[in-house]
């Protein structure tokens, strides 16, 4: 995955809000993956993934549809930005540890 910055935790937390709280980490992980996946098929092909995009999690959460921005006076809107970042840690847990895609 390409480097992580606020706007790609923002857009992912934004796709988060459109789904159901109880699918919300599904979602996280899947986002996270795709986002693997799309960074790994621009470093091999030298293009743009067609589905996921550019490898980065703001694009592939993009892809999805994204709730307006909200503050962070929104607990549900804390609680996914919160879902994001729990999902990286454990991403970047897991690569460390050799067991990430």
């Given at each position: 995955m390409?480097p992580?910055?606020?706007?790609d935790?923002?857009?992912a937390?934004?796709?988060?809000?459109?789904?159901?709280?109880d699918?919300?980490?599904v979602?996280?992980?899947?986002?996270?993956?795709?986002?693997?996946?799309?960074?790994?098929?621009?470093?091999?092909?030298g293009?743009?993934?067609?589905?996921?995009?550019?490898?980065?999690?703001?694009?592939?959460a993009?892809?999805?549809p994204?709730a307006d921005?909200?503050?962070?006076?929104?607990?549900d809107?804390?609680?996914?930005?919160?879902?994001?970042?729990?999902g990286?840690?454990e991403?970047?847990?897991?690569?460390a540890?050799?067991f990430a895609?």
């Amino acid at each position: 995955m390409r480097p992580i910055l606020h706007g790609d935790v923002s857009s992912a937390a934004r796709a988060l809000l459109m789904v159901t709280p109880d699918a919300r980490e599904v979602v996280c992980r899947r986002v996270i993956r795709e986002a693997e996946h799309a960074d790994r098929y621009r470093r091999q092909t030298g293009r743009v993934h067609p589905l996921w995009g550019n490898g980065s999690l703001m694009a592939a959460a993009r892809k999805r549809p994204l709730a307006d921005e909200p503050g962070f006076d929104d607990p549900d809107y804390c609680r996914c930005f919160e879902i994001v970042l729990s999902g990286l840690v454990e991403h970047h847990l897991g690569v460390a540890r050799g067991f990430a895609e």
